[in-house]
């Protein structure tokens, strides 16, 4: 079956912690996205790459880092300097078509609390 | 920097109505992208617009793309039950290449 996978599903931290979102897709895209979504929010972008061994920041990427050394995986980790690290993350991928990109297909998303 | 900007926020519609939700970028978009999210998932694709002027239809859902391309639309005709979750535009510019952002989403309730 081909499609973008997140692990795990449910996540808890204890605050102070570092922890990495798992994000890894077999569907041969080029690009790859990290977003943000808070209850009753919209998705904000925290990183994004379009090739591997490159990425750039989103909107929102402090206290975030993440890496892209195989195409098919894009981990996030959220760090401690992060204030407010409980939300729902999602990742996605898509393909690039010249300038443009197709659709993006999303994973089942990472629900974290930080405690 | 690019901001999307959807309106409304909230949508309440009685099933049978119609409803238009409407996204407005600061600046000109290459394409936009349509996504639903049904509660407790994840946006899943509905539609791409590319050219100014371009409007598709998805059964009772029909999408446009301004001749401006700094704003989009989707308008849903007969409503059901169905048509509950959250609906985001999305943008990508000439500018950011790649950056895929979002709007803020319009979710719908739909009352029997």
């Known amino acids: 079956d081909g499609g973008i996978t997140q692990s795990p599903k449910y996540l808890f931290r204890k605050e102070g912690q570092n922890v990495t979102l798992s994000c890894e897709q077999n569907l041969n895209h080029d690009a790859m996205y990290w977003y943000r979504q808070d209850p009753g929010q919209g998705l904000r972008l925290i990183y994004y790459?379009?090739?591997?061994?490159?990425?750039q920041k989103g909107d929102i990427a402090e206290g975030y880092s993440v890496s892209r050394e195989k195409k098919e995986s894009f981990p996030l980790t959220v760090t401690s300097a992060q204030k407010n690290p409980t939300a729902f993350y999602l990742c996605?991928?898509?393909?690039?078509?010249?300038?443009?990109?197709?659709?993006?297909?999303f994973g089942q998303g990472t629900r974290l609390t930080v405690v | 920097g690019q901001q999307v900007m959807q309106i409304p926020q909230y949508q309440h519609v009685q099933e049978g109505e119609d409803f238009t939700t409407y996204c407005n970028s600061s600046?000109?978009?290459?394409?936009i992208q349509w996504y639903k999210q049904r509660p407790g998932g994840h946006p899943v694709f509905l539609i791409q617009?590319?050219?100014?002027?371009e409007v598709k239809k998805q059964k009772r859902l029909t999408f446009q793309f301004g001749e401006a391309k700094k704003n989009s639309s989707l308008h849903i005709t007969a409503t059901q039950t169905t048509d509950v979750g959250t609906y985001f535009c999305?943008?990508?510019?000439?500018?950011?290449?790649?950056?895929?952002?979002f709007g803020a989403g319009t979710q719908v309730v739909v009352t029997p």
């Open positions: 790459s379009q090739i591997v061994n490159d990425f």
């Open positions: 617009l590319v050219k100014s002027g």
């Open positions: 996605a991928s898509s393909e690039r078509q010249g300038t443009m990109n197709t659709e993006a297909f």
């Open positions: 999305a943008g990508l510019t000439t500018d950011s290449w790649g950056k895929l952002q």
């Open positions: 600046t000109t978009l290459s394409n």
